[in-house]
Nanobody, 122 residues
């Protein structure tokens, strides 16, 4: 599976951004998908994840109610809609695929996309 992330950029606090991850590979639909992020000087964290069927989602507490993760297996894409952005959301965001949502929550991914930078100005 190869992952290509896009959609990062600069936005003012309170604004919105939509990150997209395009996956190649016939087995994409069997993987849980997630968006990790890493801010300068901080450890990488899982921001959001979705199971391979899309039935369950996970959000880190700081983004609950603001971020929404979704997937379209027919299009092999995963989208992270980020609303009400805050300066503390500034980070490099990475799309990742894992064998299960639990593995992603544990920080273990089988495949990583390149990062896309999100900068939220105050």
């Amino acid at each position: 599976v190869q992952l290509q992330a896009s959609g990062g950029g600069l936005v003012q606090a309170g604004g919105s951004l939509r990150l997209s991850c395009a996956a190649s590979g016939r087995t994409f639909s069997r993987y849980a998908m997630g968006w990790f992020r890493q801010a300068p000087g901080r450890e990488r964290e899982l921001a959001a994840a979705i199971t391979w069927r899309g039935g369950s989602t996970y959000y880190v507490g700081s983004v609950k109610g603001r971020f929404t993760i979704s997937r379209d297996s027919a299009q092999n894409t995963v989208v992270l809609q980020m609303n009400s952005l805050k300066p503390e959301d500034t980070a490099v965001y990475y799309c990742a695929a894992g064998s299960s949502g639990s593995n992603l929550i544990a920080g273990n991914a089988d495949y990583w996309g390149q990062g896309t930078l999100v900068t939220v100005s105050s």
